[in-house]
């Protein structure tokens, strides 16, 4: 067949590597239309006895949000009704990639959010969890004890904010005196991301 490669060969992801009919697709590849294509950059391995094709990948322990990870990143965007957030870490590790979030408004809380800009502001500190890949689009929460805001800016002057009182929730800037309020996560402030 014209599209095989041969085995040891380097691929990239999205090349064709073969048909259905003739291998059994295995890790390191997907089908669309029949088609065997290539997942991860790595080396392909055509292993003749058993007709499977796989994808022996370049790196390993690759960092990339899932559903039920819990990130931590900065807002980015804030429009009417949601928030987009530049991923950083994963868990306990930096991502290996560009990865953006997006939170809506009704995913911030489990009370009633009337307004996005009472509960984030652009350049916040989230850490919130992954409950959807939908669309190639990584989808938010912070609803939860310990997700939501984790390190906040003053919007007026640009100072660390500081936790005025935890029954309260009300964020204090010392620099200009200004009060503001956030979804804040039970250990704001602490330093843990």
């Known amino acids: 067949m014209p599209d095989l490669r ?3 060969q380097f691929v990239v992801p999205g090349e064709r590597i073969g048909v259905i009919e003739e291998f059994i697709p295995d890790s390191g590849t997907y089908v669309k239309d029949g088609v065997i294509h290539v ?3 790595g080396y392909l391995l055509v292993d ?4 499977k094709v796989y994808v022996h990948p370049v790196t390993r322990g690759v960092c990339i949000p899932r559903i039920g990870s819990i990130v931590v990143g900065h807002v980015v965007n804030i429009q009417s009704a949601m928030a987009f957030i530049r991923i950083m ?3 306990r590790r930096f991502s290996s990639g560009f990865f953006t979030g997006v939170l809506h408004v009704s995913d911030i809380d489990v009370k009633y959010t009337k307004n996005i800009l009472d509960a984030l502001k652009v350049g916040d500190l989230v850490r919130a969890k992954v409950i959807s890949e939908a669309n190639r689009t990584f989808h938010l929460t912070t609803k939860g004890e310990n997700l939501g805001v984790i390190l906040a800016l003053c ?3 640009g100072e660390i904010l500081t936790l005025k009182s935890k029954r ?3 964020l204090y800037c010392g620099e200009c005196g200004n009060t ?3 979804k804040i996560a039970s250990d704001y402030g602490s330093g843990n991301l």
Do not use: M
């Open 89 to 91: 870490k994963i868990g």
């Open 155 to 157: 919007s007026k002057c």
């Open 39 to 41: 997942r991860d950059v």
């Open 6 to 8: 041969k085995s040891g």
């Open 180 to 182: 503001e309020t956030r």
């Open 168 to 170: 309260s929730k009300k």
């Open 48 to 51: 003749s006895v058993s007709r």
